[in-house]
C-alpha cells in the first residue's frame, strides 16, 4: 500500500511540473513493486489516469493563461485514435518482455533528446 500511495503523489508531481500522465512513473513501479505484467501496468495506468489526469494541473495553467484549448482539443481527439490503436495492437501482437523493451526505448530516446535540448540552451557543451 504504502508503495502505491507514493506511486501516486510522485505521478501527480511529475503530471503537474512536467505535463506527462504520469506513466513514466506508474508503470515501472506497478511492474517492480507489485509484480503486474507490462500490459497489467499500462492497463492499470490508463485507467488511473482516465479521469483526474492533470484536472487540477489544467486549471492552475488555465488560470496563467497557459492553456491553448484549441490545440488541445486537437491533441486530444487524435489520443483518443491514437491510443485504442495502440492499446488493440499492443494487446493483440506485443508480449510483455516486447512491450516493456519499447517502454524503455522510449523513456531513454525521449530523456536523451530532453537533456540534449536543454543542454542546447543553456550552452552547455
Not at 506511486?7 to 505535463?19: E, N, R, S, Y
Not at 486530444?76 to 519499447?102: D, H, R
Amino acid at each position: 500500500m504504502i508503495a502505491l500511495i507514493v506511486t501516486g503523489i510522485l505521478a501527480g508531481v511529475a503530471a503537474g511540473f512536467f505535463g506527462i500522465g504520469g506513466g513514466l512513473i506508474i508503470v515501472p513501479a506497478l511492474v517492480f513493486f507489485n509484480h503486474f505484467s507490462q500490459h497489467k501496468a499500462v492497463g492499470t495506468s490508463l485507467a488511473a489516469l482516465l479521469l483526474p489526469v492533470g484536472f487540477m494541473a489544467v486549471y492552475e495553467y488555465h488560470k496563467k493563461g497557459n492553456v491553448d484549448w484549441k490545440v488541445a482539443f486537437i491533441i486530444g481527439g487524435l489520443i483518443v485514435l491514437g491510443s485504442w490503436a495502440s492499446a488493440y495492437f499492443s494487446n493483440e501482437k506485443l508480449k510483455g518482455p516486447q512491450l516493456q523493451m519499447a517502454f524503455g526505448i522510449f523513456a531513454v530516446v525521449m530523456g536523451g533528446y530532453t537533456i540534449w535540448a536543454a543542454a542546447g540552451k543553456m550552452n552547455v557543451k
